[in-house]
Each structure stands twice: as C-alpha cells, then as structure tokens.
C-alpha cells in the first residue's frame, strides 16, 4: 500500500474530487480525515469507507477561518500524534454566481479558494514540521493558467495565488522535509457550487476544444494526487501537474 500508516487530512472532501481523493488514499492504507463544511454528506464518506475497511473521521472544518484550522489540527495531532499529508482541495466554482463581475463573488473566490489554502499550508506545514515532513498538495485550476468564458473574472486569479503559493512554500518548508505540489484540473464532472458550468450546452463547446475529446473522471485527479502525495514523488516538490487532457497544450 502506497500510504499505509500515513495520517491525512482533505478538505472538501464531502464530494467530488474531495471525496475521490479520500476513498482512493483510504484503499492505499492512510487513515483519512474528512474536513469539510457539508457535515451530513461528510458522515456518508466516513461510513462508505469505514463499511469497506478503511480508517477515517469527519471533522467539521470552515477554511476560511483560522481558528477552525487551529481546531482541526489539535484534533488530529491528538487522535492519531502526527499529520503525514494535507490535501487542499476545498474551493468553490466560478460559475457559482452568473454576474461575472461580482464583487461580492469575487471576494467570496478570494476568501475560499486562496485564503483557504493560504491557511492549509500555515498550519499544515507546522503539524508536519513536528513529525519529520509531509506532502502538501493543492488542487489549482487550468484557469489559472488559460482565459474561458463564462468563468468569473476572479476565479483564475484564485487559483494563480494558489499556483505562485504551491511554488513559494515548495521552496520555504523544503528543509523541514516537505513537499508541496500542485494539481491543475481541467474539465470535470460539474461541482455541486457551479451553475454555469454545469450547463450542458456550455460544457459540450469546452469538451469539444480539449484534444482527447472528453471530460476527465474525478478519480483520474485522485490518482494524480496520490502520486505526489506518496514515496513515489519523494524528489518533487514545487510542481504542478495538469490533468486536462490536453487543453491547455493546444
């Protein structure tokens, strides 16, 4: 098993990729810790992973909020004496809101998609740096890279932030023995935050410009964050992968 004994924590992990991530790190040995705001469908995935073997618990955690940060990490420092990999993968979309130039939303991206990881590196990184290291992974975006229409205007600064922040903490805790990459997604089943996207027309003109002609699986994200988040990426850090099939190449 490619995690086994390790201690990890994904946030978002209620649903979607979040939820993939959890299962797949589950079936590879790690005692996974659910963090997320949808306490009720946060339960579910505990049971479904506790009913196939797996070691798992929620925890209720707002990431924007420093002090619930704070609070997740005492909890699991101890439960289980150390965290071994954190998986930034909570955000909300940015289709979410159909006014494109939304102050209100943009502050709101701001908050949960860069703030929210800002505040997963800050005080995951201290719990590794008392257990000898860990991996960090963060889930960023195509769209921090690449313009699309009918995306919020600040969506893709909130996933450039944590594009440059995956760099700088790559470098800032690499003598405390942990890594930090990222994960770029591009198309993927809609999230249960996006309206916009999630509209059949639009998504059929953006799979039809992506080379391999088809939206990617969630689980195909969760394979590649697992790949860093294991022994198997001991020398990267820094990085960032895209799992996009081949949009962003065109």
């Given amino acids: 098993m490619r995690l086994h004994d390790k201690v990890a924590l994904i946030t978002g992990a209620s649903s979607g990729m979040g939820r993939a991530t959890a299962e797949t790190f589950s079936r590879e040995g790690a005692t996974v810790v659910i963090a997320d705001i949808a306490d009720e469908d946060g339960a579910l995935v505990v049971d479904g992973i506790r009913t196939a073997g797996g070691q798992a618990r929620y925890l209720h955690l707002d990431v924007t909020d420093e002090s619930s940060w704070t609070a997740a990490i005492e909890v699991i420092l101890a439960e289980f004496g150390r965290l071994d990999i954190l998986v930034n993968n909570a955000g909300i979309s940015g289709t979410f809101d159909p006014d494109l130039t939304s102050t209100r939303f943009f502050d709101q991206l701001m908050q949960v998609n860069a703030k929210g990881v800002f505040l997963g590196i800050k005080h995951g990184a201290a719990a590794m740096a008392r257990s000898g290291g860990g991996s960090i992974v963060n889930l960023s975006s195509i769209s921090a890279s690449i313009g699309q229409l009918g995306v919020h205007l600040g969506y893709g ?94």
Avoid at 176 to 205: E, F, H
Avoid at 217 to 238: K, M, N, P, Q
Wanted: no cysteine.
């Fill in 157 to 250: 600064a909130s996933k450039a932030a944590v594009k440059s922040m995956t760099t700088t903490a790559a470098v800032h805790y690499a003598d405390a023995g942990i890594r930090v990459n990222a994960v770029a997604p591009g198309m993927l089943p809609a999230m249960r935050t996006s309206r916009g996207s999630a509209d059949p027309v639009w998504r059929a003109k953006q799979i039809d410009g992506v080379p391999m002609k088809r939206a990617g699986e969630v689980r195909e994200v969760a394979d590649t964050v697992l790949f860093l988040a294991s022994e198997e990426a001991s020398y990267i850090t820094g990085v960032e992968i895209l799992v996009d099939g081949g949009l962003t190449a065109v």
